[in-house]
T-cell receptor, first 114, second 110 residues
Framework: EAQVTQNPRYLITVTGKKLTVTCSQN?????MSWYRQDPGLGLRQIYY???????DKGDVPEGYKVSRKEKRNFPLILESPSPNQTSLYFC?????????????FGSGTQLSVL | ELKVEQNPLFLSMQEGKNYTIYCNYS?????LYWYRQDPGKSLESLFV?????AVKQEGRLMASLDTKARLSTLHITAAVHDLSATYFC??????????FGEGTQLTVNP
């Protein structure tokens, strides 16, 4: 089944403790991206990647890192999480963003930073 | 800085009625997307609009794009309860950034 898989689904952590949220897709998509969703703010893009080893900042990249060493994986890293990073996070992928390809979203990761 | 504004943010309508959700954006773009999100769920892609005058329809939903006016509309025809969800538009800008609107929470009442 074609899908975007995020893990974990829920995560509670403390300020400053490094964490990684994994994202994997099995559709051989070139484009992958991360978003955070906060009430009243819609979704905001954190980082995106056009292909392996090619990443770029979205609208809210501060406090986050990403890597794209393999085509299928695009982990989101919080080196030193803070309470203002408490949010619902979504990973998404598409074949590209140059044509009419749709984005496929993961199920989301609800992160709480205490 | 790109701004994407949806109107209205909350919409309560009766089954069988028609309504339109508007998405305005502040800078040039060649691609606009519409998504649906059910409560507690992920997002589902509805439409990708690529050019001025583009119109796409699926079931009771029809989306259109006017790049000159920087406006997209999502028209709902004869609403049914199953359409209750939050609808987002998103605009592709420089590079491959995607900027989303705040979302329109639609409730269709019997």
């Amino acid at each position: 089944e074609a899908q975007v898989t995020q893990n974990p689904r829920y995560l509670i952590t403390v300020t400053g403790k490094k964490l990684t949220v994994t994202c994997s897709q099995n559709m051989n998509h070139e484009y992958m991206s991360w978003y955070r969703q906060d009430p009243g703010l819609g979704l905001r893009q954190i980082y995106y990647s056009m292909n392996v080893e090619v990443t770029d900042k979205g609208d809210v990249p501060e406090g986050y890192k990403v890597s794209r060493k393999e085509k299928r994986n695009f982990p989101l890293i919080l080196e030193s999480p803070s309470p203002n990073q408490t949010s619902l996070y979504f990973c998404a992928s598409s074949l590209s963003v140059q044509g009419n390809e749709k984005l496929f979203f993961g199920s989301g990761t609800q992160l709480s930073v205490l | 800085e790109l701004k994407v504004e949806q109107n209205p943010l909350f919409l309560s309508m009766q089954e069988g009625k028609n309504y339109t959700i508007y998405c305005n954006y502040s800078t040039t773009s060649d691609r606009l997307y519409w998504y649906r999100q059910d409560p507690g769920k992920s997002l589902e892609s509805l439409f990708v609009l690529l050019s001025n005058g583009a119109v796409k329809q699926e079931g009771r939903l029809m989306a259109s794009l006017d790049t000159k006016a920087r406006l997209s509309t999502l028209h709902i025809t004869a609403a049914v309860h199953d359409l209750s969800a939050t609808y987002f538009c998103a605009v592709k800008t420089s590079g491959s950034r995607l900027t989303f609107g705040e979302g329109t929470q639609l409730t269709v009442n019997p």
